[in-house]
């Protein structure tokens, strides 16, 4: 790759600094195309200057960086503002600049897009002749006429029949005010080869596993898929999240010498949420959002009493570093029943998340459907043991611990039910129970496979492994001559 030039399209949230200096580091000549978004590139935050474009300037030459300019991007405070109609703004000032002065200036090789946001530059590079990579990260996309593409300085008129439309287009004009096109079917349809953040996630689309994939959504990844223009890449967590280095614990540490600093952290946390002082408490972290349509927390909340009932000899505890609609209730669980020894529930703090997954024996992530997820990853990073369910990135990430075979990385359930979290609780439980040196000796051995596996030069070698296949595959023209026609 270290000849080819391609260029990254995408909004911050979805193109990490530390995957653009992998891919870099690995050869390939990158240049990355950002939002100039002059409010969050400098950012006093609690002491730390976070600047996102000087992070970007670490890991590339300042050449190979692309600030797409707009008055709208310049006084944001966030890159997604969660309302559709500023957000689409967004996305077509964004890729306005990307097609009409990015993308001439670099003349790049391939192009790299990332969700809806980028959703129209695949059938501008189809039209230009350039192949492009669509990676998805969630389902999420917008409709909006050619008019008001048009209408934000885009020729959509050059590209129009490569998009997808809401109804089979019948000539350009007939199109134009009244069919709207669909910003991730268009990025699906039209780029020459796609992904998502994890294999089983993408075969779960396929075969139609999620109702909440639209079908023009389902059928545009399916057919992508049976055309062998479709994979899973796993995301990986920052390198900052890394116990021998992490600035926000109280003491680092190495897989050789996790026992005594996590016994540290774990008391230290006991302290700080007020849990009961108890070194042999087993410990419980829950670091996502408390989100009942994805994550899971009402099957914790429906068992929470019983398992600390269940366990209270043992001393366990369960800590919330998490916000989300279920946060009162887990409030109210530990109010009700006196339990605040033994259950800690905290607004998401991210010196204190670092601190609990140094301090926690297993985390718990029992999601109904998970793209990818990176808390399970950082948890076996630390020394957490993962519970969690088998869907999508999880069940790519986390596999059954064996004792005996010394293999594998966590606990993991099948029937999203308080009887599958139930059982994998039992099973931490059992682990839990084992001698301190059968346990150090696996813990060792998760972390250290863990800091191997789970990391950006892996991940960017699988996406260097599709550029060169997408470089050395033809791009074929032959559909989207054909304005009728919405097929890959």
């Given amino acids: 790759m270290s000849n080819q030039l391609s260029a990254k399209a995408g909004g911050l949230a979805d193109v990490s600094a530390s995957l653009v200096s992998a891919l870099h580091e690995l050869g390939a000549d990158v240049h990355v195309a950002l939002p100039h978004y002059r409010k969050m590139f400098h950012v006093d935050v609690g002491g730390f200057i976070n600047d996102e474009l000087l992070i970007y300037k670490s890991k590339l030459p300042e050449d190979r960086i692309h600030l797409a300019e707009d008055r709208i991007f310049y006084y944001q405070d966030r890159v997604y503002t969660n309302t559709d109609a500023i957000d689409l ?74 998009l997808f439309f809401e109804k089979p287009p019948y000539n350009y004009e007939e199109s134009r005010n009244q069919n709207p096109a669909d910003y991730l079917c268009s990025g699906l349809f039209a780029s020459h080869f796609i992904n998502t953040v994890s294999p089983t996630f993408l075969r779960e689309i396929v075969n ?44 680092t540490y190495t897989p050789a010498t996790h026992a005594p600093a996590k016994q540290a952290h774990k008391n230290h946390l006991q302290e700080r949420l007020g849990l009961e002082k108890n070194p042999k408490a087993p410990l419980f972290f829950w670091p996502s959002r408390l989100d009942p349509i994805q994550k899971g927390c009402q099957l914790l909340a429906d068992l929470l009493f019983h398992v600390i009932d269940r366990y209270w000899e043992d001393g366990v505890q369960v800590c919330f570093i998490a916000n989300g609609a279920y946060q009162n209730i887990f409030h109210d669980i530990a109010n009700t029943h006196e339990l605040n020894q033994r259950i800690a529930v905290c607004n998401f703090d991210e010196a204190l998340s670092h601190q609990a997954f140094a301090a926690s024996d297993f985390m718990l992530m029992p999601s109904l459907f998970e793209p990818c997820g990176l808390p399970q990853m950082t948890a076996a990073i630390y020394g957490s043991l993962p519970i969690v369910r088998n869907t999508g990135g999880l069940h790519d990430s986390i596999s059954p611990l064996d004792i ?85």
Wanted: charged share 20%; aromatic share 8%; net charge negative.
């Fill in 404 to 488: 005996k075979a010394q293999t594998g990385n966590g606990f993991r359930f099948d029937n999203y039910d308080t009887g599958g979290l139930s059982w994998a609780i039992d099973q931490a439980m059992h682990f839990h129970r084992l001698k301190p040196t059968t346990k150090a000796r696996t813990l060792k051995r998760v972390m250290t496979e863990s800091q191997q596996r789970f990391n950006h030069t892996v991940t960017a070698q699988g996406y260097i492994d599709i550029y060169q296949k997408m470089l050395q595959r033809p791009l074929v023209q032959e559909n989207f001559n054909d304005p009728g026609v919405n097929t890959p």
């Fill in 208 to 251: 139609g596993q999620h109702n909440f994939v639209p079908p023009n959504i389902q059928a545009e990844v399916a057919a992508k898929f049976n055309a062998g223009c479709a994979t899973g890449i796993l995301n990986s967590p920052d390198p900052s999240l890394n116990p021998a280095t992490d600035p926000h614990l109280i003491e």
């Fill in 89 to 162: 703004k967004i996305a077509l000032a964004f890729q306005r600049e990307i097609i009409n002065n990015i993308i001439p200036t670099v003349k790049p090789d391939l192009i790299h897009c990332n969700d809806w946001m980028t959703g129209l530059i695949p059938a501008e590079a189809r039209t230009l002749g350039i192949p492009s990579l669509f990676t998805f990260h969630n389902i999420h996309t917008v409709k909006t006429t050619l008019e008001i593409i048009e209408d934000s300085g885009i020729d959509a008129a050059e590209f129009w029949s490569n």
